[in-house]
């Protein structure tokens, strides 16, 4: 038997909901096991304990209607899948496309926890902090920078730019970061 997660038992409900054909709340997770695919050798003890945990939570709804049980997220739910996401930010992009991307940012000071939050984020990334509000990036990560000012409420204090080349300092970038590819100067 897999040991299943909370995380996946949101992300499959946050992918689309799950409508199963006359569910009874006992036997649901033993219908949502031949439901899903993924969850076909998961523990059913486990797979309901998750559900009524998460409802119980208020992160995802059960409703019954007909002789259809549907499970769907909550804004809740949706809030917590965020935080796990949050948590586990990795780059996505691998190879270097020849672009640099500086990240310039001014936080008030309110927004003290959140800006430090980015910053650390930011080096979890492997950016370079080039200043204590400016950082660089030879990688995309456009995306990622787009949920951590989302998630962290400071779209209004980032600005991302992207440039050809930068003229000084690329050299002393790259002694920081050797494993980069440098055929990319």
């Known amino acids: 038997m897999n040991k299943i997660k909370t995380l996946d038992v949101l992300k499959v409900v946050?992918?689309?909901?799950?409508?199963?054909?006359?569910?009874?709340?006992?036997?649901?997770?033993?219908?949502?096991?031949?439901a899903i695919k993924l969850w076909k050798d998961v523990n059913r003890t486990d797979l309901g304990r998750i559900i009524k945990r998460l409802e119980k939570q208020?992160?995802?709804?059960?409703?019954?209607k007909g002789n259809q049980t549907s499970i769907e997220i909550t804004e809740k739910g949706k809030r917590?899948?965020?935080?796990?996401?949050?948590e586990n930010i990795e780059r996505k992009a691998k190879k270097r496309d020849g672009k640099w991307r500086i990240i310039i940012f001014d936080i008030p000071e309110d927004k003290k926890r959140n800006r430090e939050a980015f910053r650390s984020k930011l080096m979890q990334?492997?950016?370079i902090r080039l200043q204590d509000s400016v950082f660089v990036s030879a990688f995309p990560c456009k995306e990622e920078i787009d949920f951590l000012c989302?998630?962290?409420?400071?779209?209004?204090?980032?600005t991302v730019a992207s440039l050809d080349k930068i003229e000084r300092g690329e050299d002393l970038l790259f002694k920081e970061h050797r494993d980069w590819d440098n055929n990319m100067l």
Do not use: N, Q
Not at 80 to 86: I, K, S, T
Not at 150 to 158: A, G, K, M, R, T
């Open 125 to 127: 990334l492997e950016c």
């Open 58 to 64: 208020e992160m995802i709804a059960i409703r019954e």
């Open 150 to 158: 989302h998630f962290l409420e400071i779209s209004d204090y980032v």
């Open 80 to 86: 917590r899948l965020l935080e796990y996401d949050f």
């Open 14 to 34: 946050a992918a689309g909901g799950i409508i199963v054909g006359s569910a009874v709340m006992p036997s649901l997770p033993m219908i949502l096991v031949g």
